[in-house]
């Protein structure tokens, strides 16, 4: 959840300038939609799954994510940098498309707590 709020305050300046709100609203939409769908919800049932099926009582904080999805963070983390530092996209792209992922990347967050919650997890 952290990490979808970051990403969403750094696309939100972006977003808020444009001034297109309803076309930029439908297109982070779509992106949320695209990423939390298709994406994110597969890894948290994956990783929910991976999880609960480990037999120790306590696991490291670090083993929440195998190595893929460690190296898929990376991977988007520096691709964003990148992205922004050297204005490889235009402003309007950066605002809907870090809107629609942070809200993606939130919302399955809170499906992670979700499911810890109303599991024996």
């Known amino acids: 959840m952290f990490a979808g709020i970051m990403v969403i305050e750094t696309g939100l300046p972006y977003f808020i300038n444009q001034g297109r709100y309803i076309f930029s609203v439908f297109l982070a939409a779509s992106v949320f939609s695209v990423f939390y769908f298709f994406i994110f919800s597969k890894l948290v049932e994956k990783h929910t799954t991976r ?10 904080v670090m083993e929440f994510f195998d190595k893929k999805s460690y190296l898929i963070m990376v991977v988007m983390i ?3 940098i990148t992205i922004r530092k ?3 996209l235009p402003a309007f792209d950066i605002g809907f498309f870090y809107v629609g ?3 993606a990347l939130f919302s ?14």
Request: with cysteine; proline share 0%; charged share 25%.
């Open 51 to 60: 999880i609960s099926k480990d037999k120790r009582k306590k696991m490291f």
């Open 78 to 80: 520096l691709g964003g």
């Open 86 to 88: 050297f204005s490889l």
């Open 101 to 103: 992922i942070g809200l």
């Open 108 to 121: 399955c967050g809170m499906k992670f707590v979700y499911k810890f919650k109303n599991s024996s997890l």
